[in-house]
């Protein structure tokens, strides 16, 4: 499984970005994709994520600003981020986990990780 992220980058508080992920070497019909990030000093964190079927699941700090999707002709996923607040400065990742159906709270997620990609909000 290979990803790599892309999209990240400074914008002042109420600003938007889009993260991509290029996904490649699972079978898209068994495994959920997701967001997830880290700020300095604390533990990485899920953001949303997308399961097998398209069914999407979201943190509460980013329900209605944040939105996850996939293209799966470009093996692509997306985070749509709007809104952005200061606190939302992190670094973000794209991870893969081989689960079929509900994933939010698997423990699966460890196994497969992209490089990151800063997001910084300004006030």
């Known amino acids: 499984v290979r990803l790599a992220e892309s999209g990240g980058g400074s914008v002042r508080s109420g600003g938007s970005l889009t993260l991509s992920c290029a996904a490649s070497?699972?079978?898209?019909?068994?495994?959920?994709l997701g967001w997830f990030r880290q700020a300095p000093g604390k533990e990485r964190e899920g953001v949303a994520v997308?399961?097998?079927?398209?069914?999407?699941d979201y943190a509460d700090f980013v329900k209605g600003r944040f939105t996850i999707s996939q293209d799966n002709a470009k093996n692509t996923l997306y985070l749509q981020m709007n809104n952005l607040k200061p606190e939302d400065t992190a670094m973000y990742y794209c991870?893969?986990?081989?689960?079929?159906?509900?994933?939010?709270?698997?423990?699966?997620?460890?196994?497969?990780w992209g490089q990151g990609t800063q997001v910084t909000v300004s006030s």
């Open positions: 997308i399961q097998n079927d398209g069914t999407t």
């Open positions: 991870a893969a986990a081989p689960v079929k159906g509900a994933c939010y709270y698997s423990t699966q997620w460890n196994l497969y």
């Open positions: 070497g699972y079978p898209a019909s068994s495994y959920c």
